[in-house]
């Protein structure tokens, strides 16, 4: 299993661009999130998954869309970048078992927003 | 947004010592994970505690589940210089990816 991969692994972008951030996950979890993470903040949820065809807005969705048509893929786009969007970003796959929740990340996105 | 308090924030010290690190919050969670991630990868699971009170190891590393819930530490013993990377709490109060809630990140550099 290839796990979870992330294309691009970097990316710069001109205020006011658009992009779509690729993430896929060959395990066949359920669940799948996107993370922004920024110095000294941790990881912060963006948006997440719970299965096809559902979404739901994490802790900072502002200036993000997601989709999830299949199972497999969960891309996350941006419409309009913005510096403040210049982030590395996180996309992790989860399964549940006995309850809890076990997460596996992608190696990450790095974005610079000019 | 909820955060947990991490720390210390980095930690600098000589291979073969031991190391501690903490989060605290002012909820009650019902799980709570370490995660340890390597420059330029993504966050990896090192250990999960499911019950307060608990402790668990995994080689080296030992964590234990606070009793009041509202805290982890992380013990690493004998550091080695694979050791060295950022060290992530997290904290699940139901079942969801929405309420995973990580704590800032601890650095450890260790000198050989």
């Known amino acids: 299993n290839a796990g979870v991969t992330q294309t691009p692994k970097f990316q710069v972008l001109k205020t006011g661009q658009s992009m779509t951030l690729q993430c896929a996950q060959d395990?066949?979890?359920?669940?799948m999130s996107w993370y922004r993470q920024d110095p000294g903040m941790g990881l912060r949820l963006i948006h997440y998954?719970?299965?096809?065809?559902?979404?739901d807005q994490g802790e900072v969705p502002n200036g993000y869309n997601v989709s999830r048509s299949t199972t497999e893929d969960f891309p996350l786009r941006l419409l309009s970048a913005a510096p403040s969007q210049t982030s590395v970003y996180f996309c992790?796959?989860?399964?549940?078992?006995?309850?809890?929740?076990?997460?596996?990340f992608g190696p990450g996105t790095r974005l610079l927003v000019l | 947004g909820q955060q947990l308090n991490q720390s210390p924030q980095s930690m600098f010290i000589q291979e073969g010592e031991d190391v501690s690190m903490n989060c605290t919050s002012s909820?009650?969670?019902?799980?709570w994970l370490w995660y340890k991630q390597d420059p330029g990868e993504g966050p990896v699971l090192l250990i999960a505690?499911?019950?307060?009170?608990e402790l668990t190891s995994n080689g080296r590393l030992t964590a234990q589940f606070g009793i009041t819930r509202k805290d982890s530490f992380l013990n690493i013993s004998a550091s080695i210089p694979s050791d060295v990377g950022i060290y992530f709490c997290?904290?699940?109060?139901?079942?969801?990816?929405?309420?995973?809630?990580f704590g800032q990140g601890t650095r450890l550099t260790i000198n050989p």
């Open positions: 992790a796959s989860s399964y549940l078992a006995g309850g809890v929740e076990t997460q596996y």
């Open positions: 395990m066949n979890h359920e669940y």
């Open positions: 998954s719970v299965g096809a065809g559902i979404t």
């Open positions: 909820s009650i969670f019902n799980t």
């Open positions: 505690l499911y019950k307060a009170g």
């Open positions: 997290a904290g699940q109060r139901i079942q969801g990816a929405q309420k995973l809630v």
